[in-house]
């Protein structure tokens, strides 16, 4: 437990070892970790409970889009066994409910601090410690600052001429009311089309008297083809459990898989048919991804995929101009996060479904009564944004954080995100990053991410400890030489082609850089195991 002790101002002081930032599965596990290493740690979250993007996620039809199979900690055996994933795809209240038996297995909610908004961290250079203000006013210091504050927790405002004008209800995928929402008899909008707009406007059509989906840009959907989860998928992971969560952290994307060697552009129209339907009919992310090995690099292989997703949106949708609208032509297949769904496209089949296309007409304003939109004035009893995040690097500027010599993050960071293997920034001593900018992260299973940031992140302390030392900092050399690899990891792909969230693109006024690392997982862990062989390779310790 942190030593606690009122201060002159009555404020709680605490001096601990290590604050986390976030309760989500990342400041969870950072918490079981480093308090079975003997740290004292202190655990701040915002929300009153555990579970992070499951808990703020609760939309109609929120889940995750990587298998449960591998969606979940690897690093208890006698957990995994604990717990029974009821379907491929696990709902919202069902990944909270995981997410609060893990609080409650390991008795972690006596280090968290709910209700409890970090607003500033500044780093005392006498003291070699982080002094930390919250949004209750109490006042912390710590050796050691991590954020696991999460990399798609900052719902993006909607930068909407009007917005705030509207009298009825007004909700955000990401901020969605506790009780639910009854949308009976209503007459619904719907604004933004990606992956949290795909998973619910199936189920907001199925309530509403009218749905009118306002999209800005479509994106590629993936009939999920959820249900209980297949036993040809439970096989490999109940037959050598240990193995398969090896392969999970030794794989492209945090899921076993084996890459293809089989390009596109080089392949003949039968392979593509074939490569494609398979994948297809698996209803998952990294299959899809990996039709081709070229189709992240080429636009011609890359076209392959793109079109027959294309095809299928057509077979489905029956109006033409619809099919049309709904048909991603601005962006290559993968360089946005594709979507999973359920009945997504049957949807615009619906007679009390309509797409309105914001390229061709952009909402005027939102009004007191509704939208108007190219001349049109609409009435709406409900409005439902579902505009995404301030990815990546959203929740990590939003604290003032400011490191040796008065410098900040945000202002080292104002043309994007500087970091050492996506962990630890210069000038940022004892400062980490879970998931961080310039990590895998968003491009991964998460989970697996997040455990081998959570354990470089721990052994990283244990040595600091048993060394004798206070202090932990990236030299420059090192930062900059990631920063050089991760950059030119994406300039060979096609991702820096796209509007997307991973480049920033999706925030008025954030600059336009490619945030996570896209060199793959195997190749990431590598490099971090690599600095630990060669005696903390590229950082400064003191
Ligand atoms: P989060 O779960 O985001 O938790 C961060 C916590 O930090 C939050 O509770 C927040 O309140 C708190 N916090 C932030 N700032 C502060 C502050 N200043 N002070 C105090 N507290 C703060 N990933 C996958 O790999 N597979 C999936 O299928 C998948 N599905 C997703 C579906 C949705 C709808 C969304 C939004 C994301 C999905 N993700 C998925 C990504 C998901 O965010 C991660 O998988 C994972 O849950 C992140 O955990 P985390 O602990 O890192 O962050």
């Known amino acids: 437990m942190a030593d606690s002790s009122a201060t002159a101002g009555g404020a709680r002081a605490a001096d601990v070892d290590v604050v986390v930032v976030g309760a989500g599965f990342a400041g969870l596990y950072l918490l079981h970790k480093l308090r079975g290493l003997g740290f004292r740690v202190q655990v701040l979250e915002t929300a009153d409970d555990v579970g992070g993007t499951w808990y703020w996620n609760r939309y109609p039809g929120a889940r995750c889009d990587i298998p449960t199979t591998d969606y979940t900690y690897s690093f208890d055996p006698a957990l995994e066994t604990a717990w029974t994933w009821s379907e491929k795809y696990a709902t919202q209240p069902e990944i909270l409910r995981y997410a609060q038996f893990v609080a409650d297995r390991y008795d972690l909610r006596r280090d968290i601090q709910f209700n409890t908004k970090v ?12 002094r930390i203000r919250t949004s209750t006013d109490a006042k912390l210091s710590a050796q050691h600052l991590v954020m696991a504050s999460g990399c798609l927790s900052v719902p993006k405002t909607p930068d909407i001429p009007g917005a705030g004008r509207f009298q009825g209800p007004v909700y955000s995928t990401g901020r969605w009311p506790h009780q639910g929402v009854d949308f009976t008899g209503q007459r619904v909008a719907v604004i933004g089309t990606g992956s949290s707009g795909i998973q619910s406007i199936p189920l907001i059509a199925e309530q509403a008297a009218q749905l009118t989906v306002f999209q800005r840009t479509p994106n590629y959907s993936i009939p999920a083809g959820n249900g209980p989860v297949a036993p040809e998928r439970r096989a490999p992971l109940e037959a050598n459990r240990d193995a398969y969560r090896l392969a999970a952290k030794w794989s492209r994307a945090g899921v076993p898989s084996e890459p293809t060697q089989i390009y596109g552009r080089y392949s003949p129209p039968d392979v593509h048919a074939e490569r494609f339907e398979a994948a297809w009919k698996t209803g998952e992310l990294i299959p899809i991804l990996g039709v081709f090995a070229d189709q992240i690099l080429f636009p011609d292989s890359n076209a392959i995929v793109a079109g027959k997703v294309r095809e299928k949106i057509r077979a489905v949708v029956h109006n033409p101009e619809t099919a049309e609208l709904l048909s991603p032509k601005d962006h290559h297949f993968g360089t946005k996060r594709p979507c999973l769904d359920t009945g997504y496209y049957q949807t615009y089949n619906r007679p009390n479904v309509r797409l309105v296309d914001l390229r061709r007409q952009p909402i005027t304003s939102i009004t007191e009564t509704g939208i108007d939109v190219g001349g049109e004035s609409m009435r709406f009893d409900a409005i439902v944004y579902a505009t995404g995040f301030d990815a990546m690097t959203g929740a990590i500027v939003a604290v003032d954080i400011t490191g040796r010599d008065g410098v900040t993050l945000k202002g080292k960071w104002a043309a994007g995100p500087i970091t050492y293997l996506g962990l630890m920034s210069v000038g940022f001593p004892n400062f980490f990053m879970v998931t961080g900018p310039g990590s895998p992260s968003v491009l991964s299973n998460m989970m697996v991410s997040i455990e081998q940031h959570v354990d ?11 060394d004798g030392l206070s202090t932990i900092e990236p030299t420059p050399q090192a930062e900059a030489g990631w920063m050089q690899h991760s ?14 969230w991973y480049m920033g693109a999706n925030v008025p006024g954030k600059p336009r850089v490619f945030l996570p690392y896209v060199g793959g997982v195997d190749a990431y862990r590598k490099a971090c195991d690599e600095v630990v062989a060669r005696g903390d ?3 400064r310790r003191s």
């Open 119 to 130: 607003e500033a961290a500044h780093w005392d250079a006498a003291a070699n410690r982080w």
């Open 487 to 500: 950059q030119d990891c994406a300039a060979i792909t096609l991702f820096p082609s796209a509007d997307s």
């Open 456 to 466: 470089w992140i721990s052994d990283c302390l244990v040595r600091l400890r048993s």
């Open 537 to 539: 390779l590229g950082l």
